[in-house]
């Protein structure tokens, strides 16, 4: 019992020792205590500064386009999940946000010389009529863009004048689209070649990414303006 006061002090001294080693090596010299504890209380990350995020251009593209040139985005549609987007010089033509898609093929028509959304629609390939489809691509001016992007199923009703027509616009694959088959496309009425702006991938059980239907696709680009339009 005699012994309780020493050991008391005793471990009072060692407390202060240690107190002090720790204030000593926080503070460091006079005057260089508050870099030390910032130093000291400061990750690396926090240390370096970030580096600027990458700019994005019209439509989220990754550099901006030429002159006389439309910024564009396509994304067909995920499945039977995620709606298709169709995105021109920064606006949203079609999205699941502004309701005007639907399951088939989400087609916006476009004045080539100005830009301007002349009308859009979706077309249901699977239950609906292709006659529908037929009547808003045949009397197409000479100059009108044609975007194109498939949701779930885009070509179960499609016939032989169908893809005659598309093919007319510069498509490569419409010929072959299938039942559940991914794809986007712009095309134009009066163009000579076949368009650069395309993408297909098939619907096959042993590629597929979600179970029934192959990935969604995405393309951008910078289309010239036509010089002339209806």
Known sequence: MRL???LRIVALIITMGLTWILVTILLGSPGGGLPRIQQFFTSPENSVTAEPRARKYKCGLPQPC???????RIVSGAANVIGPKICLEDKMLMSSVKDNVGRG??????????GELLEARAFDMWAGD????????????EGTLVFVASYDDPATKMNE????LFSE??????????????????G???????????QHVKNSKHTNKYEGWPEALEME???PRRSMAG
Do not use: M, Y
Not at 105 to 114: M, R
Not at 172 to 184: P, T, Y
Not at 188 to 198: D, L, T
């Open 188 to 198: 134009a009425k009066g163009v000579q070649n076949k368009s650069p702006f395309e």
């Open 4 to 6: 309780a006061g020493p």
């Open 66 to 72: 030429p002159e006389e040139h439309l910024a564009f």
């Open 221 to 223: 680009g910078c289309i």
């Open 105 to 114: 093929l989400n087609i916006a028509l476009v004045n080539g010389v100005s």
């Open 130 to 141: 292709v006659n529908d489809l037929l009547k808003f691509i045949r009397p197409l001016h």
């Open 161 to 164: 004048e169908t893809r005659k």
């Open 169 to 186: 616009l510069g498509s490569r694959n419409a010929k072959e689209l299938a039942f559940r088959d991914s794809w986007v496309f712009v």
